[in-house]
C-alpha cells in the first residue's frame, strides 16, 4: 500500500506508534539503558566477564551476531527455551490466537485454551487431577505452598539445602541459598534438610506441624540428583504423617532429563503437587502451572464464595494457553523427550570420559539433558597453586574461567551453576543433537588444554578475575 501523504510503500504504524522503527533506532543503546533504567549491576557484571555481546537474531540453539556470526546456545534462557528459539509450531499457534481475536480475560466466562492445556498437562501426569495457571515457577511454587498449607491445615513447609524454587516471598521461603535470603526476613515458617536425608525429614515430621516437603528431584544449583528411593520413602514418611510431597519440576519437567517429569526416573513416586513453568512457555510467554490431586483442590475451593480466594489476574491468558498447547505439541511430535535421554547420555558419556585426561575436572553428572561438569583441585604442584589463587580470592573463579573462553574463543553460551560454585550446568534446548554435541566437546577439550598449559589467555583473564574479586571485597 502507498501512503498517499509521503510516497512511501508498506504498512503503516499503527496509531503512530512502529516497533521496527524504535528498535533500528535505539537498539544500539541497549547497555546504556539498562545501566540508567533498570538492574544497574547486570551490565556491570556482563562487561566484566566479557559477556556484553549483542546478538541480531536467534533459531532453535543458535544466535547470530551483527556480522553473521553463530553462538552455539547450551544455557537455553536456564531452560526456558526447552524447544528451542522462535520455533515455527510457537510461532504459528501465537499468530494464530492473535488473529482470532478472542474474548480472553473476561473473568466471567470459560474460555476453552485453559481446559485443553490441562487437560493435556494431566494426559502426562496421571495420577494428578487438576490444574492452576499462573505466570512463572515462582507463581506456580507460591500457588502450591499456599494450597499445601491450606489443605492440611499447617504452617510449615520443609526444604532442601542449596534449593532453588524461586525468588517471591513464599518460594524465598524454601529456598536454600542463603546469599538470596538476606535481608528479606521474615519468611515464612519454614525448615531446611539436607537432600536425601531421610531421619531429618522424619524428626521435623514428628512435630506435628509441617504441610508439605517441597523438593527438586535434580537441584539446579550444583546439579545434584536427589539419592535412589530417597523421594519414594519420602512420600511415603509424608503420607504417614499426613503432609504432602511437591515436587518442583519447573527446570526439569517438560522432557528436560528423559523422562517427562524428572521424578518418573523413580518407580511409585507420585506427589501431591508438581510444578511447571519455564520450558511450557515456548520462551514467548510466561505460564506456570500448578497440578494437583482433586481433594486438594476441592478443599482450597470448597464453595462458590471460595471461588476466587486464589487467582492470578494474567493466568490462563489465550496466549499463554496457546503457547502451551503448541510446545507439548511440538515435545510430542518431535520427541523431545526421547532426544534430551540419547543426546544427554551421548554428551554426558563423553564428558565424563575426560575426567581422567583432565586435573581440573573433577566429575561429571545429572540426567539427560541437565548435566553439571564439576572442577576441584588438581594433584600436580603447579597446577595446584593456580587453584589456590583462584580459591583464596573468590570460590567459583575457576568455572567462570572457562565460561568466557567458551563463548569468547568458541561461540558458546553457557554459565555457572551458582555463585561460589566450581560447576558448569549444560540446559541446552531439547532438540539439540550430535553437531551440537560434537561442537561443544571440541571447544571444551580446547579450553581444558590451555587450562592445563603452563601459560595462556585462560591465566591471563584469571588474574583479572581475582583482581575484580579483591576489588569486591
Known sequence: MTDQLSGTTGPRPVGGFDLTALLAERAAERYELHSRNLNHQLPRMLRTIGFDKVYERAEGAYFWDAEGQDYLDMLAGFGVMGVGRHHRVVRKALHDVLDASLADLTRFDCQPLPGLLAEKLLSHSPHLDRVFFGNSGT???????????????????????????????????????????????????????????????????????????????????????????????????????????????????????????????????????????????????????????????????????????????????????????????????????????????????????????????????????MIGIEFGRPESLGLRSRWAMLQAARKGLFAQMVVVPLLERHR?????????????????????????????????TSVMDDAHASGGLMWDFGRTLVKQALANR
Open 139 to 369: 507463581e506456580a511454587v507460591e500457588t502450591a505452598l499456599k494450597f499445601a498449607r491450606y489443605a492440611t491445615g499447617r504452617p510449615r513447609v520443609l526444604y532442601c539445602d542449596h534449593a532453588f524454587h524461586g525468588l517471591t516471598t513464599g518460594s524465598l521461603s524454601v529456598n536454600g541459598e542463603s546469599g538470596f535470603r538476606k535481608g528479606f526476613a521474615p519468611l515464612l515458617p519454614d525448615t531446611a534438610i539436607a537432600l536425601g536425608d531421610l531421619d531429618a525429614l522424619e524428626r521435623e515430621l514428628r512435630r506435628g506441624d509441617v504441610a508439605a516437603l517441597v523438593v527438586e528431584p535434580i537441584q539446579g544449583k550444583g546439579v545434584h540428583e536427589a539419592p535412589p528411593g530417597f523421594l519414594r520413602a519420602a512420600q511415603q514418611l509424608l503420607h504417614r504423617h499426613r503432609a504432602l510431597l511437591i515436587a518442583d519440576e519447573v527446570q526439569t519437567g517438560l522432557g528436560r532429563t528423559g523422562d517427562f517429569y524428572a521424578y518418573d526416573h523413580e518407580e511409585g513416586v507420585e506427589p501431591d503437587l508438581v510444578c511447571v513453568a519455564k520450558a511450557l512457555s515456548g520462551g514467548y510467554v510466561p505460564v506456570g502451572a500448578t497440578i494437583g490431586k482433586d481433594w486438594i483442590f476441592k478443599k482450597v475451593y470448597s464453595s462458590m464464595d471460595r471461588v476466587l480466594v486464589h487467582s492470578a489476574s494474567f493466568g490462563s491468558n489465550a496466549q499463554a494457553m496457546a503457547a502451551g498447547l503448541a510446545v507439548l505439541s511440538v515435545i510430542e511430535d518431535e520427541q523431545l523427550v526421547a532426544n534430551a535421554r540419547v543426546t544427554g547420555d551421548l554428551l554426558r558419556t563423553r564428558l565424563a570420559a575426560l575426567v581422567d585426561r583432565y586435573e581440573f575436572l573433577r566429575e561429571v553428572r545429572g540426567r539427560g539433558l
Open 412 to 444: 558458546i553460551l553457557t554459565q555457572v551453576s551458582g555463585d561460589r560454585l566450581e560447576v558448569i550446568k549444560l540446559i541446552p534446548p531439547l532438540t539439540i543433537g550430535e553437531r551440537e554435541v560434537d561442537r561443544f566437546l571440541t571447544a571444551f
